[in-house]
């Protein structure tokens, strides 16, 4: 008894066994019964690099994404690619990994930037072919910085230099902002109080010509089937739940209950024929007499 309520309960869970691992794993979930067959992959928390944060973090391990995005691009079955962005930032050279191994990716891709994409996360957000930002999500644009001991000498300065250079360089390229604007937002001083840089929001991210669309997660994911459709994936009709099969209806007069009649009625035929012939006799018995 108790096995056959285990079965049931399996079989009323909103996610199978493997679709539960994938959450707990990586925060991401393979979509069926969808039009298109696409993989939503999260980017959240702080990007984290060569050394381990510290546990309370909320990160986005590139131990985890970067095999992700290779089996991503080598699996057949997979027709698009759904990034959802909310990040801090991080590790500059982790991000610009992976953003390098999304911007690779043969299939079509869509970003979308919810609550934040700040610092790295600006590279990560226009590295898909076509980017969305909500209307209350923000963007910080800022130099590279660094984290504990530095030498104070000219050589400091070029490594800065070159780092900003290529983070702007990759941004620029997969964007319609200019190399001159994005170095003037980000050497902006009158807008962060403990830093120079420039905060913009969803609608001005798209002005600025950093983001390609202001919309919400479902014009992403419609605009995502788009560009599968364009590489001239059919679209797949939604599945339809298997009806039980109907019993053949009763007939009025079904051959078992019309032959029953039939017998009945022959019967009753019999009866009466018996009780006239009886009938006749007698009276011509009486006749005789």
Known sequence: ?????????????????????????????????????????????????????????????????????????????VEGLLIVLNTVGGDVEAGLAIAELIAGISKPTVSIVVGGGHSIGVPL????????????????????????????????????????DRITRFVTKNSRISPERFKELMMERDELVLDIGTVLDGKNAVDEGL???????????????????????????????????????????SPTKSSSKKSAKKQKTVAVKSELSGAVMRDLRGEQR
């Open 125 to 164: 957000a226009v590295s898909a072919k076509e980017s969305f930002i909500v209307p209350s999500a923000t963007m910080t644009i800022h130099p590279v910085r660094m984290n504990g001991m530095m030498l104070g000498v000219p050589q400091t300065m070029n490594y800065f230099e070159k780092m900003q």
């Open 211 to 253: 983001i390609d669309n202001l919309g919400s997660l479902s014009d992403a994911v419609k605009r995502l089937y788009e560009l599968i459709e364009k590489n001239g994936a059919p679209r797949k009709a939604p599945a339809k739940q298997e009806k039980p099969a109907k019993s053949p209806k009763s007939s009025k007069s």
């Open 1 to 77: 008894m108790s096995h056959k309520n285990d079965v049931s309960e399996e079989n009323n869970a909103p996610f199978s066994e493997q679709q539960n691992q994938q959450i707990i794993d990586m925060g991401i979930i393979a979509t069926a019964n969808a039009p298109h067959n696409i993989h939503c992959l999260s980017i959240i928390g702080q990007i984290e690099g060569h050394y381990i944060l510290p546990p309370q973090n909320k990160t986005t391990k590139y131990e985890h994404i970067i095999p992700a995005l290779v089996s991503i691009e080598q699996d057949s079955s």
